[in-house]
């Protein structure tokens, strides 16, 4: 079946840094993947749209000049988020969407534990 | 505002006992519907979806809800938990095929031995 891959499962960054997560979709073309943030003991917050080819649709109070979004081929979409700040420690998950017969289907890596010291 | 609601934070069941999890939604249409499972430091699994026909979905891991149009609501069963169904479950919908989601905050499934 298809499947996402998101690297790295866990990073650890100084504040001030840059840190960049790939999310990769292993045997399909997805031309629309999304990311989502996960805050401890709180659901899913979409963070942005991202299209192959085309910039990403941030969701409103996203930084978009933060949190970078490229989609430059049909199975990689990555996040960097820039100067990073302990208040980004976060779980980040992404997810690809692919189309079929009877509806579209949404895969989801397996996120990326991010913490900023 | 549109919405998802999963009115419990967590849930306690004995191994072997029946579960149900709940999720209201608010929308003016029916809106294509899922739940989600996610283990302790795993990301998402889903278990089942409903798009239309039988409200009565068939799911992984012998998981099945049931849409209620009357009631806005899809809920979450299984008829004999197991220890290896402790995680946590997401109720999420979407309103059109783009599928940006909308997730409800979650139930926390603790089983008891």
């Known amino acids: 079946g298809a499947v996402v891959s998101q690297h790295p499962s866990r990073v650890i960054c100084k504040s001030g840094t840059s840190v960049k997560i790939e999310c990769r979709s292993l045997?399909?073309?997805?031309?629309?993947m999304f990311w989502y943030r996960q805050f401890p003991k709180q659901s899913l917050m979409l963070m942005a749209t991202?299209?192959?080819?085309?910039?990403?649709?941030?969701e409103q109070g996203v930084e978009k000049d933060k949190f970078l979004i490229n989609h430059a081929s049909l199975t990689l979409s990555t996040l960097t988020v820039t100067s990073a700040h302990p208040e980004d420690s976060s779980f980040y998950i992404c997810?690809?969407?692919?189309?079929?017969?009877?509806?579209?289907?949404?895969?989801f890596g397996e996120g990326s534990w991010l913490t900023v010291v | 505002a549109q919405s998802v609601t999963q009115p419990d934070i967590h849930i306690t069941v004995s191994e072997g006992a029946s579960l149900e999890l709940r999720c209201n939604y608010s929308?003016?249409?029916?809106?294509?519907l899922f739940w989600y499972v996610q283990s302790p430091g795993q990301g998402l699994q889903l278990l089942l979806k409903?798009?239309?026909?039988d409200t009565l979905v068939q799911g992984i891991k012998g998981f099945e809800a049931e849409f209620k149009r009357s009631q806005s609501s899809f809920n979450l069963r299984k008829p004999s938990v197991h220890w290896s169904d402790a995680a946590e479950y997401f109720c999420?919908?979407?309103?059109?095929?783009?599928?940006?989601?909308?997730w409800g905050a979650g139930t926390k499934l603790i089983i008891k031995p």
């Open positions: 045997d399909f073309q997805a031309t629309t």
């Open positions: 409903y798009f239309s026909g």
């Open positions: 929308y003016g249409a029916t809106p294509y």
């Open positions: 999420a919908v979407s309103l059109d095929s783009n599928y940006q989601l909308i």
């Open positions: 991202s299209n192959e080819g085309s910039k990403a649709t941030y």
């Open positions: 997810s690809a969407r692919v189309p079929g017969a009877s509806g579209n289907t949404i895969y």
